[in-house]
């Protein structure tokens, strides 16, 4: 027996990406332990699937080292399985927060035991590489929707750290990709500016947010966080701070607003040189001066190096 | 056949117009074979080689059949309307990729050639141009000329550079060309100025134009549907390697950075034909301070290209491009976990993929989306070795 029409079913994928790099300075100082972080976590995801019946998360652990989901739809199948056996049909969804909390508890200590293992060459959390596994892992639920379900997704960052020195187009690839694919990246930083975090907000339209003190994470989550990034606009919430998209030369590191790209690498110089630095490649030195020889009587200061 | 006839399926109206692609002593197999044929379309850009030289900075010319063989219907809702679509996402998804490129637009109908729009970096500009003509439903008519177009594109394409990647694609829906002269004397005109043709035919082969593509070293495709279609524009939206012959370059551009004025505000260059907007935010060029009110944009005063480091950032995924994986068989009864997703893979009911630089196991769902969308592989880039 076949319903004729399928019903209509809205969700929302809300993917967390949870920084515990320990060399974050909140976490040395002993000033917020990540267990409280990590209750703030599980309140928050808990809330986001009471708004909806048919609403998803998933909670990923990063560090220098490695990303890894400690929460996800494989855990949430072991839960069906279990209280399909004990004859609880459906189980309550009571029940269902309890095991989240439990999986994410005992995810987390292996992820950490894990982690403890090797050490860290890095002070930088692999942020690439997990908003990376969050795409793939969206994409995949989003190839899996019932005939007639529309699901939005997005993802969180909660981050304490200060460094910049993930890798730069990796991330950015993933941030175009977020881009393209309407899933919007808020970022909660509990302490400092991140640079790169502010950019994948802007670039995906999603909300950045630093805590001006270090109490009341599941407050800040829940007031600025909860609604999706499209209905943002009615709340009276922080806007995002300005930035200056202006490059950083490649020869001097300094801020560029005439520069000279490399053809084959796009590598910015500030000056013309003969040669790329990066790709080895030989300039024609004449082919740098016009780019389009316009009809209009041009203006531009010929460079004859 | 009956114009009033129904077809049941979207792809129908392709596989008889691809006959010669599909295996016609298997004609049980068809279905399957146009699957086939749109499968490998999906996974052509995974097979590209990692360290060629790329052309960053392109000269593309498209020309656009505008025969009355536009009007047919076996494209949704006709072959016009649906390269009309699928060719405004073109310009904007090459702009994207393509952030130091130029493109120009010509059309061909009533057996002569007309340049809609000239060589630039403005897709506004033709986007406007296209909507003006090819937009209009009422453009297309006469028969096509190849070899008229290609001169139009030769004559501009001649006086350019030696830098840059030059490349023509012609999407045609006309089963001939009505050519003044001889085309193999064209052919060699564009071989001698490394240009390269590439063709999207919606119809069906035609032994000319095949011999046109191969000669130039471009790509000659027939469609099956408007999916199909889509796929190979994507295609073809990256770089592609550059010959040898060809120099590199340093191309002057201005990175402006958005600033706010105090009033009173002025006018934008960008919007002038519109009387200006009025604005307290815009970006001004850092060698003539013109206003502007988006990037990127070519500054109309001096030429220098605007952008934000932003649209560089856009296409540096092509530099460092993601080696295929490879298919491996795991013992029946094992189970694996896709590195990307956390799907757990059913073996042997499923694929496993490997990537041989980070020893993960991917699912087929992650392993094409991480080499056509992502760009970038999940268990790669935790590792801290790598340059980029
Ligand atoms: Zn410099
Ligand atoms: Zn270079
Ligand atoms: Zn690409
Ligand atoms: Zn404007
Ligand atoms: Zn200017
Ligand atoms: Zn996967
Ligand atoms: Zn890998």
Not at chain 1, 53 to 81: G, M, R
Not at chain 2, 179 to 193: F, R
């Amino acid at each position: 027996m076949q319903s004729e029409t399928p019903k209509k079913i809205f969700s929302s994928l809300l993917v967390i990406i949870l920084d515990v790099n320990p060399a974050q300075d909140t976490l040395l100082s002993g000033e917020i332990k990540l267990s409280s972080i990590l209750s703030s976590v599980v309140a928050f995801a808990n809330s986001h699937l009471m708004l909806r019946t048919h609403n998803k998360v998933a909670v990923l652990a990063s560090d220098p080292n490695s990303c890894d989901f400690i929460y996800s739809d494989q855990d949430e199948l072991d839960f069906k399985k279990k209280t399909v056996s004990s004859c609880k049909m459906g189980g309550s969804q009571y029940e269902l927060f309890s095991h989240i909390d439990r999986s994410i508890k005992f995810n987390i200590v292996k992820f950490l035991k894990d982690a403890a293992e090797e050490p860290h060459m890095s002070r930088d959390t692999v942020f690439g590489a997990s908003c990376a596994k969050a795409l793939c892992y969206i994409n995949r639920l989003q190839s899996n929707l019932f005939p007639g379900e529309t699901m939005n997704s997005r993802i969180l960052i909660i981050s304490g750290c200060d460094n910049e020195g993930d890798k730069y187009i990796r991330c950015m690839n993933t941030f175009f990709t977020a881009q393209k694919q309407n899933v919007a990246i808020d970022v909660c930083s509990l302490t400092h500016d991140v640079t790169l975090l502010k950019q994948a907000c802007y670039i995906t339209e999603g909300s950045y947010f630093r805590m001006p003190k270090l109490e009341g994470l599941l407050l800040y989550l829940q007031w600025i966080f909860l609604t999706e990034p499209s209905s943002r606009k009615k709340l009276v919430i922080p806007l995002a701070p300005q930035l200056d998209f202006r490059p950083f030369c490649f020869c001097h590191g300094t801020l560029t607003a005439i520069g000279f790209v490399c053809s084959l690498c796009l590598t910015i110089y500030c000056k013309i040189s003969p040669i790329c630095t990066t790709c080895e490649a030989v300039f024609k030195v004449r082919s740098a001066i016009a780019v389009k020889p316009k009809k209009k009587k041009i203006k531009t200061t010929t460079v004859n190096n | 056949m009956d114009e009033t006839e129904v077809k049941e399926y979207r792809w129908e109206g392709g596989y008889e117009k691809t006959w010669e692609e599909v295996k016609e002593d298997e004609v049980g197999n068809v279905e399957w074979s146009v699957k086939e044929i749109i499968e490998k379309s999906k996974r052509l850009l995974a097979t590209r080689q990692p360290n060629v030289r790329l052309g960053m900075m392109r000269h593309l010319f498209v020309i656009v059949d505008s025969s009355n063989s536009m009007v047919e219907k076996d494209l949704k809702p006709t072959r016009q309307l649906c390269t009309y679509k699928l060719l405004q996402d073109f310009i904007q998804d090459y702009f994207d990729q393509n952030p130091i490129s130029q493109l120009g637009l010509i059309t061909t109908r009533n057996s002569s050639a007309e340049r809609i729009s000239e060589l630039s970096g403005n897709r506004k500009y033709h986007l406007e141009e296209l909507k003006k003509t090819f937009g209009d439903f009422n453009y297309c008519n006469g028969l096509m000329s190849v070899q008229n177009s290609l001169e139009i594109a030769l004559s501009v394409m001649k006086m350019l550079p030696s830098h840059t990647s030059k490349e023509i694609l012609i999407i045609g829906s006309s089963l001939s060309s009505c050519d003044p002269g001889e085309i193999n004397t064209t052919i060699e005109m564009l071989k001698t100025n490394n240009i390269r043709v590439s063709m999207i035919h919606l119809a069906a082969e035609v032994r000319m134009f095949r011999h046109l593509c191969n000669e130039t070293k471009g790509k000659h495709n027939v469609i099956v549907d408007d999916v199909h279609f889509k796929h190979i524009l994507w295609s073809l939206v990256e770089p592609v390697p550059l010959p040898n012959s060809v120099d590199a370059s340093c191309v002057k551009m201005g990175f402006p950075q958005e600033l706010e004025q105090k009033p009173p505000f002025t006018t934008c260059s960008c919007h002038l034909a519109e009387g200006g907007k009025l604005n307290a935010k815009g970006f001004f060029c850092p060698q003539c301070n013109s206003k502007y009110c988006e990037l990127p944009v070519e500054c109309k005063c001096c030429g220098l290209i605007l952008v934000s480091s932003l649209h560089l950032a856009r296409s540096l995924h092509h530099l460092v491009p993601i080696k295929p994986f490879i298919k491996i068989e795991l013992e029946e009864g094992s189970s694996a976990y896709c590195y990307g997703c956390r799907k757990r893979i059913k073996v042997p009911a499923e694929n496993v993929y490997f990537c041989e630089s980070c020893k993960k196991h991917y699912c087929d769902g992650c392993d094409i989306y991480v080499h056509n969308t992502l760009h970038v592989c999940p268990g790669c880039a935790v590792k801290r070795d790598e340059k980029r």
